[in-house]
């Protein structure tokens, strides 16, 4: 069963527009964490945001934000003021298991295209 | 800012060469971690590693795969004899260890063809 669901595998944005991009996930452990991280067309996995699922609040770093609704079991990142460097795949993560493993279970992942 | 890195950044192998990816984490991290990614697909587990043992492994991490810390900073990925679908890029990731200290960063990577 799929785990990690991005339903957008491409989205176009203006430059310096808000963007939302999409994930929703499927667990029955009461503690998990969520992650996104941007893929450049180099290849690196850059960590972007991180949200906990006890968390109170929406996590946000700088022009990212993380839309929480625990709920409807959905973490979407929204990315403020588009940049011509936003262009990229990004991957929407789960982190699974208890103990030492707490291995990511990536989604299929969403390709961004800032235009100028 | 320390940062995981990966040796080598591209490798070319013949089917049914070993071949033996490095990674040095994070030097404070505890936890470490391989992960593939074919291409065009998306990202998945292969292997995590604590305290000299490995703690998790996927079904993708069969007995032609192997991984190994031989010394404190190093952290290795063996594959024994390699095949055409092992073409991939290969990431490893660390962690620090405590609650709240949850997020794996990644190194560049290792691009894997097979021939």
């Known amino acids: 069963a799929q785990k990690i669901t991005q339903t957008q595998p491409g989205m176009f944005v203006q430059e310096k527009e808000a963007v939302t991009l999409d994930c929703t996930y499927d667990t029955s452990d009461p503690s998990y964490g969520l992650f996104w991280y941007k893929q450049p067309s180099s290849g690196e996995m850059i960590f972007l945001i991180y949200q906990g699922s006890y968390d109170q609040q929406n996590a946000t770093e700088g022009r990212y934000s993380l839309n929480f609704q625990k709920a409807r079991k959905s973490a979407n990142l929204v990315i403020s003021a588009s940049q011509l460097g936003d262009s990229a795949m990004y991957f929407c993560a789960m982190r699974e298991g208890r103990g030492y493993g707490q291995n990511f279970v990536f989604g299929p992942g969403t390709r961004l295209s800032v235009l100028p | 800012e320390p940062e995981v890195t990966q040796t080598p950044s591209h490798q070319v192998t013949q089917m049914g060469q070993e071949v033996i990816l490095r990674c040095v984490p994070i030097s404070n991290h505890l936890y470490f971690y391989w992960y593939r990614q074919i291409l065009g697909q998306k990202v998945e587990f292969l292997v995590s590693f604590y305290n000299n043992e490995i703690s998790e492994k996927s079904e993708i991490f069969d007995d032609q795969f192997s991984v190994e810390r031989p010394d404190g900073s190093n952290f290795t990925l063996k594959i024994r004899s390699t095949k055409l679908e092992d073409s991939a890029m290969y990431f490893c990731?660390?962690?620090?260890?405590?609650?709240?200290?949850?997020?794996?960063?990644f190194g560049p990577g290792t691009r894997l063809l097979v021939l």
């Open positions: 990731a660390s962690r620090q260890h405590g609650q709240g200290r949850e997020t794996q960063y």
